[in-house]
């Protein structure tokens, strides 16, 4: 199957579903390769897939993890520039219960993966505004998201001031 990604010039429409994790004041992010920044984990959604099917294949695919009924908690629409490409993003937040097997460390990589030949390292960093600031995490709409979780899902709309 294909990715829900199109590029048209620089613009780019991209479909995403991610995992919030957390534990014991800590969120578990990943950092692809060398990149100045980390994410949540997950990735795209495939054509012809929902995001929940998407989400537990992407937990598998990264974490070797089956997960348990995962619960949509954000809808975001972001905009933003990445890569030299004008992102238009759908991204879908999922809250999931942490992996049994993924080790709770909180000084340092926890896991390591591997996706579409990039390297992939896991940590276990805490949730606090203030620190999620520190290690850059992307999308920064989701810095502050992720501390107070909503009952229900809520859909946000995000747009970057440089977009």
Known sequence: MSNLTFDEGIN???VRTAGIIRRDGHVLVVREDDDDFVCLPGGRVQRGE?????IHREMMEELNAEIEAPQLKYVIE??????GKRFH????YYEVEPPA?????????????EDDGKELSFEW???SANHLC??????????TRILS???????HTVVDPEY
């Open 12 to 14: 780019r429409v991209n």
């Open 50 to 54: 929902s995001s929940l099917a998407a």
């Open 78 to 83: 972001n905009f933003f520039w990445r890569y």
């Open 89 to 92: 993003e759908f991204a879908f």
């Open 101 to 113: 097997h993924v080790p709770f460390v909180i000084d340092g990589v926890c896991q390591k993966g």
């Open 125 to 127: 960093v805490p949730f």
């Open 134 to 143: 520190r290690v850059n995490l992307h999308p920064i709409a989701m810095r």
């Open 149 to 155: 979780l909503p009952e229900a899902f809520e859909h």
